[in-house]
């Protein structure tokens, strides 16, 4: 049974930082493409960043390009999103996920990650 939880959402004025965190369960983390999704009420779950199993490659929503930053640890099962220079067009909860299969190739589907977490919330204030 695969288990992701985030944690590290909070209250933040813009231009401020955050960092998430996802602690992952399972033995085969290290084998998937991870990712971050965030939702703003209203609107469609949308992609942030993702990066492939072994973290050499990364992608990131046009949004978010040049101030948050995914990166993760196998070793401890961890996947991070450093949030900078926050705006308060961020606000949303964001989800850790799980690619479906083993696969270099990082997606920005939602559809192809079968894992989720709970969410936690991001609230940025101007």
């Known amino acids: 049974q695969v288990q992701l939880v985030e944690s590290g959402g909070g209250l933040v004025q813009a231009g401020g930082s955050l960092r998430l965190s996802c602690a992952a369960s399972?033995?085969?983390?290290?084998?998937?493409?991870m990712a971050w999704f965030r939702q703003a009420p209203g609107k469609e779950r949308e992609f942030v960043a993702a990066?492939?199993?072994?973290?050499?490659?990364?992608k990131n929503a046009d949004s978010v390009k040049g101030r948050f930053t995914i990166s993760r640890d196998n070793a401890k099962n961890m996947v991070y999103l450093q949030m900078n220079r926050l705006k308060p067009e961020d606000t949303a909860v964001y989800y850790c996920?799980?690619?479906?299969?083993?696969?270099?190739?990082?997606?920005?589907?939602?559809?192809?990650?079968?894992?989720w977490g709970p969410g936690t919330q991001v609230t940025v204030s101007s």
């Open positions: 996920a799980r690619s479906k299969t083993y696969s270099s190739i990082i997606t920005t589907d939602r559809y192809e990650y079968d894992y």
């Open positions: 399972g033995r085969t983390f290290s084998r998937y493409v």
């Open positions: 990066i492939s199993w072994s973290g050499e490659i990364t």
